[in-house]
């Protein structure tokens, strides 16, 4: 069965400091992976989509890797500001044609300290 | 702009009562899911649909039904055999290829009063 791991669960930072954060899954039989964003009491916004066969996509101040045989996703955002302040999940879609499904981590709560 | 809508955005159910979700799409993805959050855990997967007429359970079905009558819409009903429905619950749709993702509505909150 797929596990996501997301560590830490909640992390702080100051305004403008470079940050990471991580993902780690146990089954490399992926699709793909995608990184999302949550907002308290919101929905999800997807921030970047790689690939199985892909190792990086970038989207302006984020960069998202990934490397698929050893189970691990980063994402780093650049320059950290109070708007980035969120909870952030990876999500790993895996299974067959008809069956796939996308499996969750619980996410890290970011908070960006101005 | 497209997208998907929930509604509604809160909701307040009685004991014993049954209440549906409603999901729409304006995407033209071909599968739909509803997934539930509780604080502390991971999005769950309730049901999925990738075909019109056409849906599998997912994880933790027990309790929920749904419909897939157009391809724009797919409604959750929260049945009163659901033990503990207060949560958030979310929607969300991809077109059925693997080399895309998903996208999310913006969440019903379901509490029991």
């Known amino acids: 069965k797929q596990e996501v791991t997301q560590i830490p669960a909640a992390l702080s930072v100051p305004e403008g400091e470079n940050l990471v954060l991580n993902c780690s899954f146990t089954?490399?039989?992926?699709?793909?992976l995608q990184w999302f964003r949550q907002d308290p009491g919101k929905g999800l916004t997807s921030l970047l989509l790689i690939q199985s066969s892909q190792r990086e996509q970038t989207s302006g101040r984020l960069n998202a890797s990934l490397d698929k045989s050893s189970g691990r996703s980063t994402l780093y955002i650049a320059a950290s500001q109070p708007g980035d302040s969120a909870t952030y999940l990876c999500a790993v879609r895996i299974g067959n044609f008809g069956n796939e499904k996308l499996t969750f981590g619980t996410g890290t709560r970011l908070t960006i300290i101005p | 702009d497209g997208g998907i809508t929930q509604s509604p955005k809160y909701l307040f159910r009685k004991e014993g009562q049954n209440v549906t979700l409603s999901c729409e799409q304006n995407?033209?993805?071909?599968?739909m899911y509803w997934y539930r959050q509780d604080p502390g855990q991971g999005l769950r997967l309730i049901y999925y649909?990738?075909?019109?007429?056409?849906?599998q359970k997912g994880d933790i079905a027990e309790g929920y039904s749904v419909s897939r009558e157009k391809k724009e819409s797919f409604p959750l009903t929260v049945t009163s055999a659901q033990k503990n429905p207060t949560a958030f619950y979310l929607c969300?749709?991809?077109?059925?290829?693997?080399?895309?993702?998903?996208?999310f509505g913006s969440g019903t909150r379901l509490t029991v009063v």
């Open positions: 649909s990738q075909i019109v007429n056409d849906f």
């Open positions: 969300a749709s991809s077109p059925d290829r693997f080399n895309y993702g998903y996208t």
């Open positions: 995407l033209n993805h071909d599968a």
């Open positions: 089954d490399s039989a992926i699709y793909n």
